[in-house]
């Protein structure tokens, strides 16, 4: 058959023409490989400046001496740890170990594979691929990206998901040695044809992909790394999701709020006394309480929600799909589940727990559709909810913004008064009734508030105790005492006893006996000086460390009292076994006291009590002769209240009045007995 001109022309024009597109696009691709390489060099000499080498070449293979490769190791490692900072620094140190691990294994892989093949495959398996490693975790999901590096052609290329096509390409029309490997966390395009390390392929004829050893340590790597992932973003205790895991979830969840038409609910959860259970049983059993609950939790919640520890006590769920209009009412369903599966008691370390909790829900888009201001809400809620009660729900409203900020407001003026000396002490004097003498002082604190004026305790301690800031207070308070002390004994005053509150946190503070031993020592007075007063509750919830700490403070000079005696009238069988110099009967069993003839069978049992086993009585709120005159008669003699004396500042003391503690240590520092 004859072609005409026109086909063969035909025929001409579609051949140079596919020949430009290919060669167009080839010239593409090539350029693009180019760029990644020269963008990728950079990104590999920031790395060997980092760790004080000057070469765009770092070298991991097998065949290294076992002691420099170590000490590469170590420099690349930290240069590594710089460049990402969504792994946790904890874990830097388990891949380091199982990074030498592969390395270890590949070298005796060798050794065995020297002995026992013949030199034909080994030929095979020693086409030696130097691998360089720039482990960068991206935000936003971007793929994680690993550097190799092909002896053959000394040819670097960045495994990127626009560059793993351009790769393969090039392999394919310049015959190239390229070893690859699956980029770790994600799956790369569909289009790209994975191959694994541990297979040889033919990508074009005579042109065999190199494969070696270092499958062993890409293994390796890839279930150190997807080891990471799980714990940079799930608990380690209870195994749930965490907060970072929560916060990437929920922010999907508001991203969809508008394209879903559906609404969706948090719900912030909290163990009521859940440190009362630490310091009573122990953190191991308070571990193991978490554990549990975190298992009833996730029975309760649907496999579509997310359930998640967010630190602590706290949990969060965030429930999607709701629908707009009973969205309150779903959400109400799933928080009744929870306080009906947290209702049964909790087998913990041999004891059957009652445990409670409190749950806030703000709903979305209603309450917020920014996921830091729907949290906001919810927690906002959630102090609602515990203000109710133990075990309660609530939901958040707008007059809840006000309280709020009105909280937060308060915390950070309560934190810049202590900084900036706001904060002040006023001292109650403790008269021997029998002699009219200043026997001991009791420290006060004062807030001399720049807006509100001169503040009690009353207006802010009951807030720090709730939002953990007490450390701070009882630390300002410590060290204002002793400083206050030496201050009077440098003026050549004779100082009483000076008592001090604490909470039973503190108290229970690993470091309370050093820090007074440091106290002392630094303001060179005795810790004779001193008395602890402990409100009664501490003792009802004793536990050995707080009696082993008790015990190191009264060794070391300290009186320790228990505060507002009689409240737990039920125990006072346990008095016998505390280590106390001193009960301060509460003022509430005093108020009503009109006369010598008045009649308590408790207050007289209380006193019967503290005289009985040789404890000093202190009472508490003493405000008329009446009652000075009851309390006298049936053998308490010293008094603390307004009859008395009022809590003033230092230099309004009756200093002609005062009697030192007997037995002082003269200004010798405290000191640690350890039995």
Known sequence: MT???????????????????????TLYLMASVYWTYNQDRSILQEISETIGRTST?????????????????????PALQERSDSIPIDK????????????????????????????????HLHVQSMMHLSLILEENGKLSRILYEQQANRTLFFMTLTGILCVILMAVLTGSHVLFHKVLFRPIIQSAKHIRANQVAQLQTGSRLAV???????????ESWHQLEVDATHDHLTRLPNRLFFSRRLNLSTNQLEETNRHIAILMLDLDDFKLINDTLGHPAGDELLKVLANRLSRVVRGTDCLARLGGDEFAIVLEGLDPIRAEAQAASVAEKILTAVEQPFEIAGHSLLVHLSIGIALGPKDGGDPSLLMRNADAALYRAK???????????????????QNLCLEREIKEGLTSEQFYLAFQPKVDTRT??????????????????????????????KNSLMHMINDYVLSRVFRQCADWRAMGRTVPVISINLDANYLRMGNLCKKIEGLCKNNHVSADYFCFEITEGTFLNYSQDTKFTLDLLRQMGIKIAIDDFGTGFSCLSYIQDLPVDELKIDKSFINNVDGPDYESPVLEAIMALGNGYHIGLIAEGVETEHQLEYLQSRGCFTMQGYFTGKPVPSESLPWSDMQSPSGVRSSQPATLYLQ
């Open 3 to 25: 072609l005409s001109a026109t086909t063969i022309g035909r025929t001409v024009f579609v051949l140079v023409t596919t020949s430009f597109i290919c060669l167009t696009v």
């Open 57 to 77: 070449s770092l070298g991991l293979s097998p065949s290294m001496p076992l002691v420099y490769r170590q000490q590469l190791i170590d420099k690349i490692i």
């Open 92 to 123: 830097w140190q388990q891949l380091q170990n199982r990074f030498v691990n592969a390395l270890s294994g590949i070298e005796s892989y060798n050794q065995a594979i020297k002995t026992n093949h013949s030199e034909e495959y080994l030929d």
């Open 212 to 222: 070696t050893e270092l499958s062993w340590l890409l293994m390796s790597l890839k």
């Open 387 to 405: 203000a109710q009660g133990k075990g309660k729900k609530a939901y958040y409203t707008e007059d809840l913004t006000t309280s709020m900020e």
């Open 436 to 465: 009219n003498r200043v026997i001991g002082l009791e420290a006060l604190l004062r807030w001399s508030h720049p807006e509100r004026g001169t503040l009690n305790p009353a207006a802010f301690l009951p807030f720090a105790e």
